[in-house]
């Protein structure tokens, strides 16, 4: 890359800004990114692990958690966030079309196996319907059902809501005698209207049929970065810690676009060590749509 090139301009604002997350956990102790994310109850630890590496600049809501959980005020840096994001997204309208190095540092192995996966997975899962989590312009009304390729061919609007996902492959969880049931959705039902720029709850409710407990369990939400005219959440939304045979409800904190659209964002359950925990399973989602 030669001087002046946006990837190395993004690359050091990024690097720099995960240096500034270390040096501020050091501070506070250098407490275990669990015991952070104890802390925040709003973020999971992979999210906080993966926020001070430098591989990709943290959000926002993900910054204010890491400062929360060191004991700071997170306005402290905001001023050195918004900076580095400034870098960032220059990085990204300067890259050619297709050219994601520009945009996206190198995951290390672990994280690339498993972002892998996760798009393997939602691949099949979603191939009928649209890839990508997506917030797109429509209307509201109910759609019929469409073949695959004309669903390809257009972009999917509040029209098509409710969007079905397919099955993806048969695959074993990752831990044996592991298993998760959807139960239902507490909140926003399906083609829920909220609207523009309003902040609503989403709550999931799952029970543990397995025989393996949940610690330290998240809902990774997939098909990153999110976009200014997205439904915007945290990236892992903390699944409490739930015994075998026990209902656990999962709530999201979700920030609707500031102008109308659909929203279909997706999530798969990750485990402790942040790997997926049932790839057999669909991802669990939620559609909303913006008046």
Not at 186 to 199: A, E, I, N, S, Y
Request: net charge positive.
């Amino acid at each position: 890359m030669s001087p002046g090139d946006p990837r190395k301009e993004r690359a050091r604002a990024v690097a720099d800004f995960a240096a500034e997350l270390r040096a501020l956990r050091a501070s506070a102790g250098t407490p275990p990114f669990r015991e952070m994310a104890a802390h925040s109850r709003a973020i999971s630890h992979t999210t906080l692990h993966e926020a001070a590496q430098g591989h990709r600049l943290p959000s926002w809501s993900t910054t204010v958690e890491f400062a929360k959980a060191c004991g700071i005020d997170p306005e402290d840096l905001r001023e050195r966030w918004e900076a580095a994001n400034r870098v960032v997204r220059g990085a990204a309208q300067a890259a050619p079309p297709g050219d994601e190095d520009a945009v996206l540092s190198p995951a290390p192995d672990g994280a690339r196996r498993r972002y892998a996966v996760l798009g393997t997975l939602v691949a099949a899962a979603v191939a009928a319907t649209v890839l990508g989590t997506t917030v797109l312009t429509g209307t509201a009304g109910n759609g019929a059902a469409r073949p695959p390729d004309a669903r390809a061919e257009r972009r999917i609007t509040s029209a098509d809501c409710p969007v079905r996902q397919g099955n993806p492959p048969p695959a074993p969880p990752r831990h044996r005698g592991d298993r998760a049931t959807f139960v239902n959705d507490l909140t926003l039902p399906d083609c829920t209207h909220v609207p523009r720029g309003g902040t609503v709850t989403k709550v999931w409710r799952f029970k543990n049929t397995g025989s393996v407990g949940w610690y330290g369990y998240s809902l990774h939400r997939i098909d990153l970065p999110q976009r200014r005219d997205q439904c915007q959440t945290i990236v892992d939304v903390p699944v409490p810690d739930t015994p075998p045979g026990r209902l656990v409800d999962v709530r999201a904190q979700v920030t609707a676009p500031p102008v109308p659209g659909f929203c279909f964002v997706r999530f798969k359950m990750l485990d402790g060590t942040g790997e997926v925990a049932f790839p057999g399973n669909r991802p669990v989602n939620f559609q909303l749509i913006v008046d």
